[in-house]
């Protein structure tokens, strides 16, 4: 129930190109949909969120696509760049005792070859 | 753009030892987290903390782990005996309150490894 499933695993890219990455929840409660990037030795940082009640979120060349009802998010990176080069969570969470607790996903690793 | 500090960024131990990791959460953050990230496997929640007590954990913070912020501006995290598979990158996250409190500040981490 408190699972994110996120695919692929890995993924690789040519500059310039898009960046496709899905996640898929089962639970309902879920109201918080943020995406985080990670490089090597450094902790998540967050790069785009959205909440159920918008259906795109667009901040420059990352965009989060959310269909409710097949319970499903993607993160679109598009003229991918060789600096996107990181590893991606999807995570879900709703708000528990007045704060957020995310449930992430597997990551996805993604090289942006020049 | 202020930022949560951890100390060490590498802790090397020996299986059965106790050891402190250390974070300086943002400073007008309330709520604290403790993820961990075992290698190559998803980040993993631990422990929330807000108000001075626990106010969520998981299946995995057993008897084994405590939190505790023992001033104004630290916030630990002990494994009073380590196993093997405590071997893990932990993260230390914090957060504030009203409309921004859904988005998590990560520190760099604390490579804990157990030999």
């Known amino acids: 129930q408190q699972q994110v499933k996120q695919s692929p695993q890995s993924l690789i890219v040519q500059k310039g190109g898009i960046s496709i990455i899905n996640c898929a929840y089962e639970n309902t409660a879920f109201d918080y949909f943020p995406w985080y990037q990670q490089f090597p030795g450094k902790g998540p940082a967050l790069l785009i969120a959205i909440r159920p009640d918008v259906s795109e979120k667009k901040e420059g060349r990352f965009t989060i696509s959310f269909n409710k009802s097949a319970k499903q998010f993607s993160l679109h990176i598009m003229d991918s760049q060789p600096g996107d080069s990181a590893t991606y969570f999807c995570?879900?969470?709703?708000?528990?005792?007045?704060?957020?607790?995310?449930?992430f996903g597997r990551g996805t690793s993604l090289i942006v070859h020049p | 753009e202020p930022e949560v500090t951890q100390t060490p960024s590498h802790q090397v131990t020996q299986m059965g030892q106790e050891v402190i990791l250390r974070c300086v959460p943002i400073?007008?953050?309330?709520?604290f987290y403790w993820y961990r990230q075992i290698l190559g496997q998803k980040v993993e929640f631990l422990v929330s903390f807000y108000n001075n007590e626990i106010s969520e954990k998981s299946e995995i913070f057993d008897d084994q782990f405590s939190v505790e912020r023992p001033d104004g501006s630290n916030f630990t995290l002990k494994i009073r005996s380590t196993k093997l598979e405590d071997s893990a990158m932990y993260f230390c996250?914090?957060?504030?309150?009203?409309?921004?409190?859904?988005?998590?500040?990560f520190g760099s981490g604390t490579q804990l490894s157990v030999l």
């Open positions: 400073s007008n953050h309330l709520y």
């Open positions: 996250a914090s957060t504030d309150t009203g409309e921004t409190n859904e988005k998590l500040f």
């Open positions: 995570a879900a969470s709703t708000a528990s005792g007045g704060s957020y607790i995310p449930t």
